[in-house]
DNA sequence: AATGATATTAGTAACGATTACTGTTTTTAA
DNA sequence: TTAAAAACAGTAATCGTTACTAATATCATT
């Protein structure tokens, strides 16, 4: 199944590629619709699973049931705010130490962790503070 | 609306303490009807909820799409085996200095973190060995 | 022990995110 | 230009979970 050139995956990628927030499936299809209206959101669902694949995209699980995606697929930790739900880039370098830490307590074989943070964002930071 | 005593809530938090891997909902539902048949999956989802927001027991999302939940309620971590998808608590202390080290990389304030591990289980990599 | 207020239940319907299906349209190599 | 197959739009189905409702269980007060 050699890959095809497609329109609809160009507009998902570069649709997130800018963006810097991490949209779910739904907000990329409301948008790519404006420019495209016949789209399907099938079609949307579709991209980015083939487009995470790849690796040319990020699938983002942050725990809030619903899958975000990031067009920077640099490894890096992500903030949830937990007032208003966005997800924002840390620009931290990778602690691989923890996984090395971790394997010294295990029988298996640790490849790799997946961390986000949580609390307060900035902005909401503001408006609790100004309340 | 005080707690009232239930005797399906007192068999899911049994069954729960009762085993070391991290069941889901379903996999509660499924045991817990060996003893009382006529129990309902909404009452296993409502107790498993309720327990959880009282701080009885753990909710874990791991990004598998379903919820695992754990009745040991300390703080730990836990990895997930890529081949088999079993879940392991890790014998290992909170490692709090990354999220102070994620602090100073942000403008807002972070209350927490949530870290999981991946790679292969001590049994999977005996049997990928074997082959 | 009987009463009554209400928390909890079983059973089922509804929900939201995602995936699968199907007949049609695009892409692309020959 | 043609033809194989990848991708599409549109829609139905799936899956985990939550919401609803009438009946039941719990429990403090009599």
Redesign the pocket.
Known sequence: ?????????DMIKAFLMGRKDHP???VVYMNVRQE?P??????V???L?LLADIGEIQRLRLGD???HFDADTSPHYHFICTECGSVIDLEMESVEQITETAGKYFNGRITGHVTYFYGTCGACCKVLNAQ
Chains 1, 2 share one sequence.
């Open positions: 199944m050699a890959l095809k050139h497609s329109r609809q995956r779910t499936a739904d495209n016949n789209i399907s959101l099938g079609t669902y579709r991209n699973t049931g619903v899958d």
